[in-house]
């Protein structure tokens, strides 16, 4: 795949967020002005699981709001989907440039850090700020004070629709913007949106569920992952768990938002896939090079005549072979291997030394 091109995948996503902000500015012009006047609101805001709980405490109409159940249960089994495909303020804000993702191009910066500053270790678990808004919003509610008009992205998205229409000022929207501008395009839903810490604490409760029962999964094949990183370096969210993975098979991991960035952007023939039900929707490695590089560093077997030996062999091999992506990484970036950590080709291409040399 040739630096600056992204497979067809990658559009179908555009064009299905494109779909939805146009759906929700039309809901939204709809409900407020006189032309359709018999619309009273914007009826996406009846997806809102947060919206919805507050709304329902309140008038006690738990089953108008059917739809926000409807996808919180979703989410249950394929955690946060709605970020990524379907949320207008989410997509708005990705499609943003940033200095911040310019920044995150190296791999070294992707590594969630501390309060001193100092990489995490991989597995060490780290408090969002997201789940403090979400425990508050909910605490606050339950005392019957309302404050989502600031933090609910539904909310915020339907108000800076509204406020452009009449010509005001969505000072919020600015806001979340500017943050996305100079943090990242994806900073406020990975680390402050309150509805994308409920999805998200919701796909707990079916974390451990196979592929085949799944509406949408993760799936990975650890053995064939060559552990270059292209996957989190794509992610629109920053996620490290997924090559951080030793595991085979779906990837339950609470923050992704299934967008399929990662899948894309992994030059390996399906070392990731995203599956319905078990049925592969999209996967890695469709052509190129670096696949074929990729299938063969993955088997741990050398071109004949050539002897394996030890992990920097290995490595250098592997990294000579991949070379370099659309997303950043190259040879000379650090391997996106960490402590405690293991590489599949390094290992099997051990093995079979072993048993050559036991023949």
């Known amino acids: 795949m040739r ?15 494109l779909i939805f902000i146009a759906l929700f500015v039309a809901m939204a012009w709809a409900a407020s002005y006189p032309p359709a006047a018999g619309v ?31 996808l919180l249960g979703l989410s249950v089994f394929s955690g946060r989907f709605f970020c990524g495909w379907i949320c207008p303020l989410g997509s708005l ?3 943003l440039p940033s200095l911040g993702k310019r920044r995150a191009k ?15 270790a991989k597995g060490e678990a780290r408090l969002r700020l997201k789940y403090v808004f979400l425990a508050a919003l909910l605490i606050l509610l339950l005392f019957g004070v309302n404050v989502l008009w600031v933090f609910d992205p539904l909310v915020i998205a339907n108000r800076a629709v509204i406020f452009v229409l009449v010509g005001g000022v969505p000072v919020i929207f600015i806001v979340l913007a500017a943050l996305a501008l100079a943090v990242g395009p994806r ?51 920053e996620i490290t768990e997924v090559a951080d993975s030793g595991k085979t098979g779906r990837l339950a991991i609470p923050d992704c938002a299934l967008c399929g960035e990662c899948v894309i952007a992994c ?10 039900f078990g049925t592969h929707l ?15 560093t993955a ?13 920097g062999r290995a490595q250098g091999e592997r990294e000579r072979m991949v070379g370099e992506s659309d997303t950043g990484y190259s040879p000379t970036s650090p391997p996106m291997t960490y402590p405690g950590s293991r590489t599949p080709s390094v290992a099997r291409g051990a093995r079979a030394a072993k048993g050559v040399e036991e023949r």
């Open 40 to 70: 009273n609101e914007n009826l996406f805001l009846r997806v809102d699981p947060l919206a919805a709980f507050a709304a329902a405490r309140a008038s006690n109409l738990w089953l108008y709001l059917l739809p926000a159940w409807l």
């Open 187 to 237: 900073f406020w839903c990975q680390e402050m949106c309150p509805l994308g810490a409920y999805l998200s604490a919701a796909s707990v409760v079916g974390s451990r569920l196979p592929d085949k029962a799944i509406p949408l999964a993760l799936v990975k094949d650890d053995d064939a992952c060559i552990h270059c990183g292209r996957c989190s370096v794509a992610c629109p969210f």
């Open 3 to 17: 630096k600056g091109r992204r497979r067809p995948g990658h559009w179908v996503r555009r064009s299905v967020q």
């Open 93 to 95: 804000l990705e499609v």
């Open 299 to 311: 088997r741990g077997v050398a071109p004949a005549g050539v002897e394996l030996s030890g992990a």
């Open 282 to 296: 999209l996967s890695s490695g469709k052509g190129g090079k670096a696949r074929r590089g990729a299938e063969i």
């Open 106 to 120: 190296s791999l070294s910066r992707l590594r969630p850090r501390d309060l001193a500053g100092k990489p995490m």
């Open 267 to 276: 030059p390996v023939e399906g070392a990731l896939s995203l599956r319905i």
